[in-house]
């Protein structure tokens, strides 16, 4: 068995925790990159989303996680049963997640599907892989909105596609995987090729934003249609 090693420390993340709707039962906030949704093991690694909301609403819990370097939404719940209620939802895939991207280079079709099932890959931690053998099902489905190019100070342009990402599953890295797949990785992705081309390692975030989230409320049943404009 493979030993795991997480070695890595996440700098001071200075920016607030935008709290966008709150009730007696749940919280949705706007989550800023470069923040730890859970805290580490390693006591460097305390701050996160729950250690600085667990302050202000005691018991509450995470119903998901938005990687360390991906911001936006986020619903949190208020208490067990709550988070019972809301977990199984996402377990059921009720749940719909939209994410706002920048991917390097201009995608060749409008729009499209990524099948490509993920497994951990011990011997690359925290790195994931596309396993058709011991990967568990993964799905997303992307929509371009613009292909445009970003020009740096030093004149560099930089192909860029900006697109919306619609995961069907909810698989560790899955939409930053499903796009080096595609061949067009996130901007910004240190972990799957974001940071290769000419002009990329400029990057000061990885380009990914939750930008929508619809779920049923637990308790009034109502539809939450949460939206957050992306950042980038």
Request: charged share 20%; with cysteine.
């Amino acid at each position: 068995m493979s030993v795991i090693h997480d070695t890595f420390i996440a700098p001071p993340c200075h920016d607030q925790i935008e709290t966008l709707y709150q009730d007696d039962h749940l919280v949705l906030i706007n989550k800023p990159t470069g923040l730890l949704s859970l805290s580490g093991k390693n006591p460097q690694n305390l701050d996160s989303v729950h250690h600085r909301l667990v302050k202000i609403f005691p018991g509450c819990t995470l119903v998901h996680r938005l990687d360390f370097g991906t911001s936006g939404l986020m619903v949190i719940a208020r208490n067990k049963t709550i988070n019972a209620a809301l977990c199984q939802q996402f377990s059921l895939r009720t749940v719909t997640k939209v994410y706002s991207a920048l991917l390097c280079g201009h995608l060749a079709d409008n729009g499209g599907v990524i099948d490509a099932p993920i497994a951990k890959d011990p011997a690359r931690f925290p790195l994931m892989s596309i396993c058709a053998i011991h990967g568990k099902p993964a799905r997303s489905r992307y929509q371009v909105v613009e292909r445009f190019y970003h020009e740096w100070v030093d004149g560099t342009r930089l192909p860029l596609t900006r697109v919306q990402l619609i995961p069907e599953t909810g698989r560790t890295h899955q939409l930053r995987i499903h796009c080096q797949q595609l061949g067009h990785p996130i901007l910004g992705c240190d972990l799957y090729g974001g940071r290769l081309l000419p002009g990329t390692e400029q990057t000061p975030r990885l380009m990914l934003h939750a930008s929508e989230l619809h779920f049923v409320h637990p308790i009034s049943e109502e539809t939450i249609n949460a939206r957050h404009s992306s950042p980038f």
